[in-house]
């Protein structure tokens, strides 16, 4: 700067020694060397560092710069901005999957209820087992738990259709699908139309690759999105850009205070379930390339969902079928090798030579291998078809209803008895729609 404004000096010399011209007559020039003049006087004297002699002080009170009234607050204070909807904070108790008392739940509920008191917005808690049974809870040292309506056989049912699913990864899946059903269901017992939930930027891509290894394709878009639109009430991860650590630095610096209760989950290695295997997996590469995570949560932010559809959804997670494709798929193969596994020798050369397969029949011989209707009954009333509310379950009969990651999870239980009474009822419901849709579809003109 000092050597710019010098420049201009030499100049304006040598105009007037060159020349010989009196800048006085000349207004508009003499003008400019003197704009010129100041501009660089002022650029070298206040806005290089060495030069200035007076520091601003930000404790000084000033006016802001553009109203000149008020004081300026942005950046000096913290700025709240007023919500446009009002927060309700809801607390879905799962004592009952870890076989707690109910003293023991009691007392866990009263200690999250506390660490979310302070917020300030009005708190609610549910259990897993009746969510639809929504207390509102004023003071959690004073809240009456017997409200709560505490239900043994409720709870030892979901326990029970838990515990008969023989993988640990479809257990997952299954505990994670009731919990969603769970704060849908209490949301709307406190008309909400919205939900906010807490997952971060590290457990959305821990879930993208899981998902994608247990098959739920076109499921992948809600499950880890900004925006799950599967039900009416549409559930928003507004943290979802931000990392675990980043999380839990903000929350020790804050003095934040949550702490997470165990879960099936809790204590286990990477090999127990698919999740923790891809969770130990992700976190290690991690450690020695840092934009791991990062690279797979933007790589899921790619996938979308057809919202054109107009297909029933799934029954159990209420997401669009992907199990009714024509065309050849994983799906199809994987059907396939279960009948060659279950058949074996029985099926004969016309069943296996290339140039009968196109013709085949996979839904047939499907039902063949059915072992759930071996010994069971279509009806349980006098035989003409008038009674079907009470008809014991088939496997076969519920696949149909299921997407493909669902289906995985149903076929792992042991007894399709033991699914929570809310799902057999919805399962018998679309059953019977879908039976009589089949029968009257030939007199619909």
Same mark, same amino acid.
């Given at each position: ?18 020349? !010989? ?38 404790? /000084? ?13 942005? !950046? ?22 870890? /076989? ?8 866990? =509920? ?16 549910? @259990? ?64 909400? +139309? ?11 891509? =821990?879930?993208? @690759? ?14 880890? !999105? ?16 931000? +990392? ?39 976190? !290690? ?52 090798? /279960? ?32 072992? +759930? ?53 919805? =399962? ?18």
């Amino acid at each position: 700067m000092v050597g710019i404004y010098r420049s201009f000096q030499g100049l304006e010399t040598c105009v007037k020694l060159k020349y !010989g011209l009196d800048l006085s007559e000349y207004p508009g020039l003499e003008n400019l060397f003197s704009s010129m003049s100041r501009m660089c006087s002022l650029t070298e004297s206040e806005l290089e560092p060495e030069l200035v002699k007076a520091r601003l002080d930000p404790t /000084q009170i000033h006016l802001c710069k553009k109203c000149k009234e008020n004081k300026p607050i942005t !950046g000096i204070e913290s700025d709240h901005k007023k919500l446009l909807f009002h927060p309700h904070v809801l607390y879905v108790d799962e004592g009952c999957l870890l /076989q707690l008392n109910k003293q023991q739940r009691i007392n866990n =509920i009263r200690e999250r209820l506390k660490e979310a008191e302070y917020t300030g917005f009005p708190l609610y808690v549910s @259990l897993l087992e009746t969510p639809s049974r929504v207390s509102f809870v004023s003071s959690p040292t004073e809240f009456d738990y017997a409200e709560l309506s505490f239900n043994d056989g409720l709870g030892e049912e979901l326990l029970r259709a838990v515990e008969n699913i023989k993988e640990n990864s479809a257990k997952e899946d299954f505990i994670n699908t009731m919990r969603r059903r769970s704060i849908l269901t209490g949301s709307k017992e406190m008309d909400c +139309s919205k939900v906010f939930t807490g997952e971060n930027g590290t457990k959305i891509s =821990i879930d993208l @690759l899981a998902g994608v290894s247990m098959g739920k394709g076109v499921n992948l878009s809600h499950e880890t !999105g900004f925006k799950d639109t599967r039900d009416p009430v549409t559930i928003l991860r507004p943290l979802r850009d931000v +990392s675990g650590k980043e999380l839990a630095l903000y929350s020790q610096f804050h003095s934040l205070m949550f702490s997470p209760g165990p879960n099936l989950t809790t204590g286990k290695d990477g090999l127990f379930s698919i999740r923790k295997l891809t969770e130990e997996f992700l976190v !290690g590469l991690q450690a020695d390339f840092p934009a791991t995570l990062s690279t797979v949560f933007r790589t899921g932010d790619k996938l979308q969902v057809d919202t054109e559809e107009t297909v029933e959804p799934c029954i159990l997670c209420e997401g669009p079928l992907d199990t009714n494709a024509t065309e050849h798929c994983s799906l199809q193969a994987t059907y396939w090798s /279960q009948i060659v596994s279950s058949k074996g020798t029985t099926l004969g050369d016309e069943f296996l030579s290339c140039d009968n397969l196109e013709t085949l029949s996979l839904e047939t011989l499907r039902m063949e291998i059915d072992p +759930s209707c071996s010994s069971r009954t279509d009806c349980c009333g006098e035989g003409d078809g008038s009674c079907k509310s009470n008809r014991v379950l088939r496997l076969r009969d519920v696949l149909p209803l299921l997407c493909y990651s669902c289906m995985r999870t149903i076929t792992n239980s042991k007894n399709l008895e033991t699914l929570p009474k809310k799902v057999l009822e919805a =399962i018998q419901l679309r059953r019977n729609r879908l039976e009589m849709k089949n029968e009257i579809s030939d007199f619909l003109l």
